[in-house]
């Protein structure tokens, strides 16, 4: 872990001391010792920021959409871990990047810490957590701790995850991670395949009572680019109501999740953006597995394809009679 | 000073129950939300700060203004029609009826009914606030309430008016506090009818208002005693010690208008994603948007919160959007709560929680913008503002903030 943090500060260091780029995007240490947030470093002392390890959950190519990016024109380098360098293939695939102004680092990943199973388990804010190897440590101001075992604090994606390398980069920080071979596979969606339409029915309207229509999920979403053209946002015609209750919540998240199938690896950012805890990633995991059901696509994998839903494919094997 | 068994708790809020809706933070889902309570909720108390204010209970996310109906005026003319159609439009109010429909002649052709909202709002109790949520409310009641001769809100003043706020002090505050920061404090009772201090066994009750006067009447109150308000004022004292003061309050305002220009707000705004998490937990951001929904003939006129991050926040009806740039839509959020509130209401429009530091989903920290920003030494680096727009500070001069090339050209249509 520390060798990648080491490769990556060299990289950002190099890129900028050789004027190939104006700013390098990583991730870096947060208001407390438990915090880890997006860093735009400029010159070489910012880039001793940079920070690599498993809080570091961040997709960062949520800052190279449309208006995010400032100036428009500047040339970026970025820190990408597998799940994240699939929005970037979207977005190049749909051309909404240029690819000659990005440095893309890509970093092999071993998995992504849920900090909610973390501070579940105390009652007290946690201010710091540290990793080392396979334990985490996690402490609240008063001197609680609790240790765990890392592989059972990780999200829930990446017991699924079949791509921990990136998809595209210009440099690799440090070796790359076995690859599980095979089939796509669903855990996450057993439980909720397993529910009757009334069970689903009640569970979907539980958690979307909770929604406030913060745009947390559209924004921190690199494929939802939309702005202020958004479906979400029309206020005349009002497509989506203002009445924040579980119908128009409901439907403001169904125009979200089918408007970037096909362009969503579901990299839980959404998810892990929500104030309130609704289950993002669980329900565009099951569009993506209809979209893999349907159509055998997996979004954001090679940068010469077409997202599924953008093409029109005489041998689509759906529709095939 | 009285005191209240812990054991008692919910009996007390069951006697509130009687003569008002109770609301208090309870743990669902791992979450700890302010919920409407009935008997058997269990009040979380442990967790210091409830995921999002209690703000939707006097300043609903979304309420309903008036309802509307078009009729032809061929229908309208029709002997009956409009007499059928004004007592369906009040009986679908809800409560008693609605108010009286008022008849207006409209465009091409029709006449448009509305009836007004039940401005009657439901007693409520809410128990459980902790100061900062509390001065949230005395902060907003400025804008609300007719402060200065500006607008008054009937809409807010009748929950306002008909709500009991029951403050319970800190125990232990969180690092992201910083009530102390903004002239409050963790045992602070502004806004608080009765404030409740734990101690060992329950908690020692004071009152600040004729409202909480009558809640300390309820016969489970006990004779409080010296060591228990000895251990109340001591918890206290222990939790102001762990607030820090992360910025100086004197220079904020002065400040602010002094680095309206500056570069630095594009750097400060960088990991922003522009959404509106901070402005919806958040216990006194008040902005809101005015909407019809209109289904055929037939529609209602809602009010519902809107967000300063939101990049149509300031669309303009030509299409022209001052605040298209990120930086400049969170210069205003800053500027709004520090500078120009203040100016105009003689209040602070933040209460210190911490929250929009905790939920925002790249934890832009409030203290840090501040402390940057807020300094009187003045961040002019790389512009040259030549000062226009900065003196009253509310001109749209937001264009020259960050993200010019780009996003400036789309902002500067003129029809």
């Not at chain 1, 597998?82 to 051309?95: F, I, N, P």
């Not at chain 1, 909770?210 to 029309?234: E, G, K, L, M, T």
């Not at chain 2, 409740?196 to 016969?219: C, H, I, M, N, W």
């Amino acid at each position: 872990m520390s060798d990648r943090q080491a490769i990556i500060r060299e990289l950002a260091r190099e890129a900028l001391a050789e004027g190939r780029i104006d700013c390098f995007v990583g991730w870096g240490p947060g208001y407390d010792g438990s915090q880890v947030i997006p860093v735009f470093a400029k010159d070489a002392a910012e880039v001793e920021e940079l920070q690599w390890n498993p809080l570091c959950h961040h997709n960062l190519t949520m800052f190279l959409k449309r208006k995010m990016a400032e100036p428009a024109d500047a040339r970026i380098g970025v820190c990408v871990k597998g799940c994240d360098s699939r929005t970037l293939v979207a977005l190049l695939q749909e051309g909404l990047v240029d690819r000659e102004r990005l440095y893309i680092v890509g970093v092999p990943c071993d998995g992504v810490i849920d900090r909610r199973k973390i501070d579940r388990e105390f009652a007290a804010e946690v201010v710091e957590v540290g990793v080392n190897g396979d334990t985490v440590v996690a402490r609240t101001a008063a001197g609680a701790e609790k240790h765990f075992d890392r592989p059972a604090l990780l999200l829930d994606q990446c017991a699924a995850c079949r791509f921990p390398n990136p998809r595209v980069a210009d440099d690799i920080a440090g070796d790359t991670v076995p690859e599980p071979e095979g089939e796509p596979v669903w855990p996450a969606l057993e439980e909720f395949e397993s529910l009757s339409p009334a069970e689903k029915d009640g569970l979907l309207a539980a958690v979307f009572s909770s929604c406030i229509r913060c745009f947390a999920c559209i924004h921190a979403c690199p494929v939802c680019y939309c702005w202020d053209q958004c479906v979400n946002r029309s206020r005349t015609p009002a497509l989506v109501g203002q009445r924040v209750e579980t119908p128009e919540n409901l439907m403001f998240q169904l125009v979200h999740i089918f408007h970037v199938a096909g362009r969503c690896p579901s990299c839980g950012a959404c998810d892990r953006a929500c104030p309130v805890e609704i289950p993002l990633y669980l329900l565009h995991q099951k569009m993506n597995k209809e979209l893999y059901d349907m159509l055998g696509f997996e979004a954001g994998v090679n940068v010469d394809d077409r997202p599924a839903l953008q093409a029109f494919n005489l041998d689509d094997p759906f529709g095939q009679g | 000073m009285k005191f209240l068994k812990e054991s008692d708790l919910p009996a007390f809020l069951e006697h509130l129950s009687g003569e008002a809706a109770v609301v208090a933070p309870a743990k669902v889902d791992g979450m700890v939300r302010f919920l409407p309570w009935s008997p058997g909720t269990e009040v979380e108390l442990e967790a210091l700060l409830a995921r999002q204010s209690a703000k939707e209970f006097i300043f609903p996310q979304w309420e309903t203004f008036l309802k509307f109906r078009y009729l032809m005026v061929c229908d309208a003319k029709r002997p009956g029609t409009t007499e059928d159609a004004k007592m369906e439009l009040r009986l679908s109010e809800e409560g008693e009826g609605g108010g009286e429909v008022v008849a207006v002649p409209a465009p091409a052709a029709h006449e448009l009914l509305m009836v007004g909202a039940e401005q009657q709002a439901v007693s409520q109790v809410i128990f459980g606030l902790r100061p900062c949520d509390a001065r949230g409310f005395v902060q907003m009641d400025r804008v609300f309430g007719g402060y200065g001769g500006f607008y008054f809100d009937p809409y807010y003043h009748a929950r306002r008016s008909v709500a009991t706020l029951l403050v319970v002090s800190c125990h232990e505050p969180r690092s992201t506090c910083f009530c102390r920061g903004v002239g409050g404090g963790p045992a602070d009772a502004e806004g608080a009818d009765v404030l409740f201090t734990r101690v060992p066994e329950g908690f020692v009750a004071q009152a600040f208002s004729d409202k909480g006067a009558a809640v300390l009447q309820y016969p489970g109150f006990e004779e409080v005693s010296e060591p228990q308000v000895a251990a109340a004022e001591q918890s206290k004292a222990r939790a102001e010690e762990m607030v820090s003061v992360p910025f100086e309050l004197e220079s904020l305002r002065e400040g602010l208008r002094a680095n309206f220009e500056s570069a630095d707000w594009q750097e400060l705004s960088r990991r922003c994603i522009s959404c509106g998490t901070c402005t919806y937990v958040c216990p006194n951001c008040y902005c809101f948007n005015v909407t019809d929904e209109v289904v055929e003939t037939q529609g209602e006129r809602l009010r519902s919160w809107d967000n300063c991050f939101n990049p149509s926040y300031t669309l303009e009806a030509s299409g022209h959007n001052p605040r298209d740039a990120k930086p400049s839509r969170f210069r205003n959020r800053f500027n709004h709560k520090f500078w120009y509130y203040p100016e105009k209401y003689d209040s602070l429009l933040c209460s210190g929680c911490g929250r929009c530091i905790t939920y925002c989903p790249t934890r832009i920290d409030i203290r840090e913008v501040l402390s940057v920003m807020g300094g009187n030494e003045t961040r002019a680096a790389g512009q040259a503002a030549g000062g226009a727009g900065a003196a009253d500070g509310q001109v749209a001069a937001d264009a020259k903030v960050g993200g010019d090339a780009a996003d400036g050209e789309e902002s500067q249509h003129g029809r």
